[in-house]
């Protein structure tokens, strides 16, 4: 087997995945048309089971797919979301992108590599805390912006930062700003594969600030010009509609005719 390392844990055997790993990476294939389209919810299951990315996970969704190992390593490679090295239980994203950098993100990064005693795509000696530095977690209205295991946690400070991380490595219940329990990054990864965990309604999709604009419009009866493909789509839904409508009509006005006539034929 391959040897690798991982950011404070020593030599990492890479072990095959296990028989119901295994089939439940036959389940995601099985759902689509064309088996390959599920190679990306398979290598989250790879990182769900085994912390990372291994040679064993990529030599298993090959043998599921009928693709090279080249090939999936090739797309395990491309994505930044796909992990070679082992991740925390609580992987942390610091967005360092233009607004967030202004807001404060780069500070937030420098102080936490700090706190941590690590750098970047690196993970605490005792494995609870992974630090990356993101482009952008698309949630500029609330920079600047942490995100823990792909959950949101808004409006964050170099003080806030630490509060939160050392909360995390205590084993602390932390929430993000939004409502959802923040769960392990094992147990994220099984959701982004397509497991449920039945958390889906812990918070709101959206916070206040997303919806502002959306509510002034409401307000103001603000709506975007239709394009001429909308216009036309429109014209045919009314054309049929009508069409519909007329059709309607003669069959209640045929229906009509063949009971009165019926009723004149009772009463010869």
Known sequence: MTEVTGAGTGPLEAAALDATTLGELRQIAARYPQGRSGLLPMLHLVQSAQGRITPAGIEACADVLGLSPAEVSGVATFYT??????????????????????????????????????????????????????????????????????????NQTPESAVRLVDDLRSGAEVHSTRGPRICTWREAERVLAGFPDDRADEGPGAGTASLAGLRVARERGWEAPRSDS???????????????????????????????????????
């Open 81 to 154: 979301m796909y992990k070679r090295r082992l991740v925390g239980d609580y992987h942390v994203g610091v967005c360092t992108n233009t607004l967030c950098a202004v807001m404060g993100g780069d500070e937030i990064f420098a102080t936490l590599k700090d706190h941590l005693g690590i750098g970047n795509d690196e993970t605490t000696d005792d494995g609870r805390v992974s630090l990356e530095h993101v482009e952008c977690n698309a949630a500029c209205d609330y920079a600047p912006v942490v995100m823990v295991n792909w959950e949101f946690v808004d």
């Open 230 to 268: 909308d216009a036309r789509r429109t014209d045919e839904h009314a054309d049929s509609s009508e069409r519909a409508a007329v059709a309607a009509d003669e069959q209640a006005d045929t229906a009509r005719a063949e009971s009165e006539t019926k009723i004149e034929e009772g009463k010869e």
